[in-house]
Nanobody
Framework: QVQLVESGGGLVQPGESLRLSCAAS????????MGWYRQVPGKQRELVAS?????????NYADSVKGRFTISRDNAKNTVFLQMSSLKPEDTAVYYC??????????????WGPGSQVTVSS
């Protein structure tokens, strides 16, 4: 079993920055990819950013956050960070950490954190 522990959410004003962290722990054989999704009431959960933990650290960003958000990794600690800058009110959402991996080569699946509230408001 893999557990994800998130930290760093909160309330900020427009234009400010915030950093989210997510650490994976437990019975880990390998984590291949980690990332962040977000969801607002009444809408589907959407990808914000992801990064591979194997290979060259390939990143993927939603168009709405390109140039403002940066995802990075610490492979040794199975941890990812999301640096969010120039935050806008429309970035307000619950942010969920995601990890794709598993406890054995034959069992690979998606794992989710409990969610962190990010509120951007003046």
């Amino acid at each position: 079993q893999v557990q994800l522990v998130e930290s760093g959410g909160g309330l900020v004003q427009p234009g400010e920055s915030l950093r989210l962290s997510c650490a994976a722990s437990g019975r880990i054989f390998s984590i291949y990819r980690m990332g962040w999704y977000r969801q607002v009431p009444g809408k589907q959960r959407e990808l914000v950013a992801s990064i591979t933990l194997v290979g060259g650290g390939i990143t993927n960003y939603a168009d709405s956050v390109k140039g403002r958000f940066t995802i990075s990794r610490d492979n040794a600690k199975n941890t990812v960070f999301l640096q969010m800058s120039s935050l806008k009110p429309e970035d307000t959402a619950v942010y969920y950490c995601n990890a794709y991996g598993g406890s054995s080569p034959s069992f690979v699946t998606d794992y989710w954190g409990p969610g962190s509230q990010v509120t951007v408001s003046s």
